[in-house]
């Protein structure tokens, strides 16, 4: 059991109600990956089965129009979840 990512957990109001036990096994599944900034972890239009959830820096969620052209439609701050476009 990781004290760490229980606490990272039950911090995040989706996941603040559930019980102990639960989230001991919730945080079992989960694994600590980092990423270097500016790595794509998603993109648009890909299939993703995963929670990402930032403990530490940010993630930025962006649409990418052209080759030179993006617009930042979200930035999730440590604590905070999402599932599709993310830039670390």
């Known amino acids: 059991m990781n004290s760490d990512i229980i ?3 039950r911090g995040i109001p989706l996941f603040s109600s559930l019980s102990p036990v639960f989230l001991a096994r919730l945080s079992e599944k989960a694994v600590s990956m980092k990423f270097d900034k500016g790595k794509a972890i998603l993109e648009e239009g890909k299939s993703c089965n995963n929670l990402f959830i930032t403990a530490a820096g940010k993630m930025e969620a962006y649409k990418k129009f052209d080759e030179n052209t993006e617009l930042i439609i979200n930035v999730i701050w440590p604590g905070r979840g999402f599932r ?5």
């Open 84 to 88: 599709r476009g993310l830039r670390a």
């Open 7 to 9: 606490d990272l957990l």
